[in-house]
């Protein structure tokens, strides 16, 4: 698949954001927003969990050390 290109500090930021922004959005905010906030937290989930972020490759960013 892809290289890994998150850090160990960037995957747990970015999963507890993730679950932060889940939780308000399907559970806090209604409407459209909080289906798309709630997407959001999804998407910062499975990149955190994953170990890959496609926005970073664009741009040549990693975290992850060698």
Do not use: H, Q
């Amino acid at each position: 698949m892809f290289a890994a290109n998150e850090g160990t500090i960037d995957r747990v930021v970015r999963i507890i954001v993730g679950l932060v922004l889940v939780g308000l959005g399907f559970f806090s905010i209604s409407g459209a927003v909080g289906v798309i906030v709630g997407i959001l937290g999804l998407i910062l989930l499975v990149t955190g969990a994953i170990g890959w972020c496609p926005l970073y490759m664009p741009f040549k960013i990693n975290t992850r050390k060698s």
